[in-house]
């Protein structure tokens, strides 16, 4: 199983961009997919995340300006980044717990990480 992340980029405090994670592979079925960050000297920390069923939670300094959606189909995950401040700057991870191939149980998938940049 592999994740792709796509999107991150440099933009300018108040503008926006959106992220999307696709997982490919021999995937069964997907569970929890999440974002996560990382800025610069500190912990990964999670942004959102969304369950198969479309419940979303969000870390509460991104509530009311990212979303977090899927798309079952696609094997894809979207974060739509509105009002970006310089303090959103980071790496961006994706996680995805996928069922892979046969097995009974769901395995945790990390992407590559597409970075952030916010400019005053």
């Known amino acids: 199983v592999q994740l792709q992340a796509f999107g991150g980029g440099l933009v300018q405090a108040g503008g926006f961009l959106r992220l999307s994670c696709t997982a490919s592979g021999r995937i069964y079925s997907i569970a929890d997919m999440g974002w996560y960050r990382q800025a610069p000297g500190k912990e990964r920390e999670v942004v959102a995340n969304i369950d198969r069923g479309g419940t979303t939670n969000y870390e509460d300094s991104v509530k009311g300006r990212f979303t977090i959606s899927r798309d079952n189909a696609k094997n894809t995950m979207y974060l739509q980044m509105n009002g970006l401040k310089v303090k959103d700057r980071a790496v961006h991870f994706c996680?995805?717990?996928?069922?892979?191939?046969?097995?009974?149980?769901?395995?945790?998938?990390w992407g590559q990480g597409t970075e952030v940049t916010v400019s005053s």
């Open positions: 996680k995805m717990e996928c069922r892979v191939g046969f097995a009974f149980r769901y395995s945790e998938y």
